[in-house]
């Protein structure tokens, strides 16, 4: 799971790109959203997000501006900055600030697919280099790293978020909900959940819900968008492409197949 940030003075375009990284970028989970610079850089702060895709040109301090706060204090996060095509005078700045990826608006689907796919590449090396360099370092002499002084002393926190995520799945429950109800580091349990439970936090969430639509379209009549929003969809074609990459079939075809085994 990758995590990402939106900053942009138009909600429009905030909305936008949540569509498209729903639908056409899996793996990763908009796990926060500001409207200008001043904003975007205490949400970027706070919430630690592997990419960030930002407006250049936003009220009360603009995205360059923000990018070199947060590259000066030491974020490791990675940035697409978008703009209109007439802005090109920003890009001296933008090849100074380290940034490699500029998009023009209106964003391609295609454009911002590539360039997140390419970021989540840089990511998973930088994570591997550091995993290394742990590991040369004898994983720092014994003491153990920030996300493990900030885990709680819970030894089945795993176990609790699982229960809480079957219980509540038909709500929008994201990795940062989960981070901050269990006072867990959003990177670390990220990681921790992989390891305990060899599913990305997504996969995860996506099976239960994926069970639980199963079992309403061969017990129930409720119709196919109405199980979509019990299973905690609130797309409907969303819904069916994800439910048939997980099962095979579209859930009418699921449904349809269900009703003549049961009658044969």
């Known amino acids: 799971m990758y995590t ?3 900053v942009d003075d138009e909600k429009g375009i905030i909305d936008g790109l949540k569509v498209i990284m729903r639908r056409y970028l899996p793996t990763c989970e908009v796990i ?15 919430l630690r997000p592997d990419i960030v895709i930002t407006d250049i040109r936003m009220l009360r301090s603009d995205g360059l501006d923000m990018i070199e706060r947060l590259t000066r204090g030491g974020s490791d996060s990675k940035f697409i900055i978008l703009s209109g095509y007439s802005e090109f005078e920003y890009a001296r700045r933008i090849m100074r600030s380290g940034v490699k990826y500029y998009l023009s608006k209106p964003i391609e689907e295609t454009e911002l697919q590539n360039c997140v796919n390419e970021l989540i590449q840089e990511i998973e090396v930088d994570r591997r280099d550091e995993r290394e360099n742990k590991q040369t370092a004898g994983s720092g002499a014994g003491q153990p790293s920030l996300y493990e002084t900030e885990m709680p002393k819970r030894k089945d926190v795993i176990s609790e978020i699982k229960q809480y995520v079957t219980e509540n799945f038909d709500r929008n429950i994201s990795l940062a909900d989960l981070s901050n109800r269990f006072f867990i580091n959003l990177h670390y349990l990220s990681q921790l959940f992989k390891e305990k439970t060899g599913q990305t936090y997504l996969e995860y969430l996506t099976q239960v819900r994926i069970s639980r639509s199963k079992d309403l379209l061969a017990s129930s009549d409720l119709k196919i968008y109405e199980i979509c929003k019990r299973v905690g969809y609130s797309d409907s074609a969303h819904f069916s492409k994800v439910f048939e990459k997980a099962v095979g079939c579209k859930p009418s075809d699921f449904r349809k197949m269900h009703t003549e085994e049961h009658r044969s």
């Open 32 to 46: 926060g959203c500001a409207y200008d610079g001043e904003e975007g850089f205490r949400t970027i702060v706070e």
């Open 4 to 6: 990402v940030v939106l």
